[in-house]
Structure formats: C-alpha cells, structure tokens
C-alpha cells in the first residue's frame, strides 16, 4: 500500500512541473511566410493556443492587441497559435472579423500535443532563451495583469541587449537603448 502512495505521490508531483525548455516548432504565419521558434530565442513572447470556436479565446483578443501594442516596441512579441480552426483562409477572416493586431500562427495536431495542450485557451508566457516562465489554462480576472507583471519582470531581468541587439532596437524604438 505504501509503495502504491509513493508512486501516486511521484507521478503527481512529477506532471505538475513545467518544462523548462518550450518546444520547438516551425509553422506558417497567415501571410505564408514561416515563422520558427529558434528566431524567438532571444525575446520575450506571449504565445497563446486558441481556436475559432472557443467563446473564451475571442474575449481574450482586446487584451493580446493591448499586449502588442504596449512591448512590441521593447522587443516583446505576441503570438497567437490557432489550432483546430479550418484552413488558413478560414483563420484570416476570423482574424479580420476581430481586428487582432498580433502575429497569429496556424498550428496543427503535432504542436498542441508536443505542447501538452488539452483545453484552449493556453497562454504560454516564454523567456530569454526559450524558457517557459509562466504557463496560463483558461481565463481569468487577473490573468491580463499577471501577464503584464510576467512581462515587467522578465524585462528587467533581461540580459542587457548586445550592441546588434541595440542597432536592431534603436531601430524598432525599444526603450532600453535610447
């Protein structure tokens, strides 16, 4: 019996951990360009796995064009990942029809299950080096202020940008290097 609890106890504590890498994935954007995870690396990103037909992700969107337009310009970058949404003509009036400001990708199968994503919407909150910081299920009252405390956070823990880096965010109006 104590074996029995023992293993019980293990693999609860063992799938309650985030992985700290997040996984890599290469997936077209609705323009039809390909945007791949290993160009991110480097930034801050709100990714977040929705789906047309999910009533809670559509009342998610003035927040993420909030996101966007508040730390894009200091290198954040908002994403959203449809999933089980139709074609990828499908996704863009839908896209149109809601005004989403943010990159949206056109995810599959193969990328909600190397995700481990099980109900929509999934809000992953990634780090320098690809790292997961925060994992979000669902929605929530608080969840938009949690993110942008995420995102402050992980800003002033940054590793100051490099001198391409500065070119690059000179460029794109990023506040650190003025």
Request: hydrophobic share 35%; proline share 4%; net charge positive.
């Amino acid at each position: 019996m104590r074996a029995v609890i023992l293993v019980c106890i293990l693999f609860a504590t063992a799938t309650a951990q985030q992985p700290d890498s997040v996984p890599q994935f290469s997936l077209p954007q609705l323009d039809g360009r390909t945007l791949r995870s290993e160009d991110l690396k480097d930034k801050i990103v709100v990714l977040d796995f929705w789906a047309t037909w999910c009533e809670n992700c559509v009342s998610e969107i003035p927040e993420f064009n909030r996101l966007e337009k508040e730390y894009s310009s200091r290198g954040v970058k908002v994403i959203g990942l449809a999933v089980q949404s139709g074609w990828a003509s499908d996704i863009q009036k839908f896209v149109k029809q809601y005004n989403m400001r943010y990159t949206v990708l056109v995810g599959n199968d193969d990328t909600v299950s190397d995700f481990g994503v099980i109900s929509f919407p999934n809000t992953y909150v990634i780090g320098p080096g690809w790292k997961v910081y925060k994992k979000y299920s669902g929605v929530s009252e608080t969840k938009a202020a949690d993110i942008r405390r995420d995102i402050e956070t992980l800003l002033k823990t940054s590793p100051e940008p490099t001198h391409r880096d500065c070119a690059t965010a000179v460029r794109e109006r990023r506040e650190r290097c003025k």
